[in-house]
């Protein structure tokens, strides 16, 4: 399994920004794919995925109704979509494909079946 990001960048606050991945090594009907992210001083965050076994997708309350996640399984890419950007989303975005499907967005850990991006700086200025 190999993920690689693109996008990120800086933008003021209110502003959008994309994130993409381009998987490799698996197909997504066969793992949950979804961002983590991280802001300095703080834990490492679930910020969505998509369940494969059913198509949905979760988020996490501090992003819920301003990012969207979506796949495209012909291109082998999933992306993020960020909205309304605050000072708050300012952290190292992951992208993430695991195995182990989550129960829930704040019960994922991911499994040692797990694998991660490069990561990518989102900062957002106020």
């Known amino acids: 399994v190999q993920l690689v990001e693109s996008g990120g960048g800086l933008v003021q606050a209110g502003g959008s920004l994309r994130l993409s991945c381009v998987a490799s090594?698996?197909?997504?009907?066969?793992?949950?794919i979804g961002w983590f992210r991280q802001a300095p001083g703080k834990e490492r965050e679930a910020v969505s995925y998509?369940?494969?076994?059913?198509?949905?997708?979760y988020y996490a309350d501090s992003v819920k109704g301003r990012f969207t996640i979506s796949s495209d399984n012909a291109k082998n890419t999933f992306t993020l979509q960020m909205n309304s950007l605050k000072p708050d989303d300012t952290a190292v975005y992951y992208c993430v494909a695991d195995a182990i499907v989550p129960l829930t967005i704040r019960s994922w850990s991911v499994s040692e079946f797990g694998s991660w991006g490069q990561g990518t700086q989102v900062t957002v200025s106020s």
């Open positions: 090594g698996f197909t997504f009907d066969d793992y949950a």
């Open positions: 998509i369940n494969p076994s059913n198509g949905r997708s």
